[in-house]
C-alpha cells in the first residue's frame, strides 16, 4: 500500500490550496484517513482526519478554514484549505489506517505562506 500526496506549494497568505492522498496497491477502504503536518522544528500535529462513513474532525487552528473530504471509491482523500496563514507552513502527510491493515503513511507535500 502506498499513500501519494500531492498539491503543495507557494501560496500569500489568505491564499488556498487543494492537497489531494491517493492511495494506490489496495482496494481496501480505510476507516480513517487524515492529514497530519510537521513545521521545522516541532512535532507533527493533527490537521483533520475523516471517518470512511464521512464524519470529520478538525484541529482548532483549522476549524473554519479547512474542508476534509473523501471519495472511498477512489480510494482518495482531499484538504481545501482557505485563508492560509504563514503559520500553516509545514510539510503535510496523509495518513490512513484500518484495524485489519494497521497504519500508512504518505510521503508529505510541502506547504509554503508567505506574508
Known amino acids: 500500500v502506498q499513500l501519494q500526496a500531492s498539491g503543495g506549494g507557494l501560496v500569500q497568505t489568505e491564499g488556498s490550496l487543494r492537497l489531494s492522498c491517493a492511495a494506490s496497491g489496495t482496494s481496501f477502504s480505510f476507516t480513517v484517513m487524515g492529514w497530519y503536518r510537521q513545521a521545522p522544528g516541532k512535532q507533527r500535529e493533527l490537521v483533520a482526519i475523516?471517518?470512511?462513513?464521512?464524519?470529520?474532525h478538525y484541529a482548532d487552528s483549522a476549524k473554519g478554514r479547512f474542508t476534509i473530504s473523501r471519495d472511498n471509491a477512489k480510494n482518495a482523500m482531499y484538504l481545501q484549505m482557505n485563508s492560509l496563514k504563514p503559520e500553516d507552513t509545514a510539510v503535510h502527510y496523509c495518513y490512513a489506517n484500518s484495524p485489519v491493515r494497521g497504519a500508512f503513511w504518505g510521503q508529505g507535500t510541502q506547504v509554503t505562506v508567505s506574508s
Open positions: 475523516i471517518t470512511r462513513d464521512g464524519n470529520t
